[in-house]
């Protein structure tokens, strides 16, 4: 088996051509990279025939920045509320390959017994501000549906297949824009379960890039000390009930797709691992 080439048949599915470095980066289960029977410009290796993704991958480039600009932005606001811990950019974000018209998809980690406050307020927020992406308009909007708490940081648990490619390469692609304290590198050491799938990946430096600081870290505190302690019961109360049927079907098939519980909320009804781990393994 060609790893290499499956590598490339993976980010092929998103458009997405690989320099030779980052061959290696995310070669599934490491290897010899091995660049025979793929094709080559500027420095980027593509399946043949597919060498318009190179122009696609330098313009999704563009798009992506203009983004991170806005999320850095959404970051300030959201890392306001009191118990969060962590704001980091996922999907296809995550490796500066968003479309022009998509949305921002945001992971969001809570101190412990703490997730529904911090949803609540984050949503609402976002839906006061206009920043709520709807099937008319989703560019550039928020999208806010995966939440863990700081005691399940490890997203191992997620996998819905053994091995779980697509989640492997959505984890490593995980970009941090606010972090208290040690919070990323927490993240990032309980991660490293990826490894046994992609053995030369390793976070660097340059994923915290596009950290932000609080403007005024001392006012998340003052915010905080307004809470009472009971609200938590409440904020689960009104969300659930509130909470899409599909939602709570899909969380009871008990599939990893959809999760709703007080260490983390995954409400994405759209997963498509299924799809993509079966075009992964060429079936």
Sequence with gaps: MNRTLNTVKYFDLFDYPLTRDELRKWQFKGGEIDTQGLSELDGFY????????????KEREMISLKK???????????GMIPN???????????????????????????????????????????????QRPTKKNMKDKICLSYYTDENNLNLE????SEPDPH??????????????????ERFVEENKWINKYLPNFKYSEDDKRFMIKLGNPYLKGLIAKTELGFEEKLYRFVQMSKMASELKVA???????????????????????DEINRKFEGK
């Design 46 to 57: 593509f399946l043949p025939g597919r060498d318009v993704i190179v122009k696609t991958r």
């Design 68 to 78: 991170i600009r806005k999320a850095q932005k959404i970051a300030r606001i959201i």
């Design 167 to 184: 989640l492997c390469y959505l984890v490593s692609q995980n970009l941090p824009i606010y972090s208290e304290s040690d919070m990323w």
């Design 157 to 160: 648990s997620t996998k819905i």
């Design 251 to 273: 969380m009871n098939k008990g599939d990893k797709k959809v999760i709703i519980n007080d260490e983390m909320l995954k409400l994405h009804t759209n997963d498509k691992r």
């Design 84 to 130: 969060v811990s962590l704001v980091s950019i996922v999907s296809n974000l995550g490796y500066l390959n968003a479309e022009l018209n998509a949305d921002i998809d945001l992971f969001i980690v809570a101190k412990p017994g703490r997730i529904w406050g911090v949803r609540f307020w984050s949503v609402m927020l976002m839906k006061i501000l206009g």
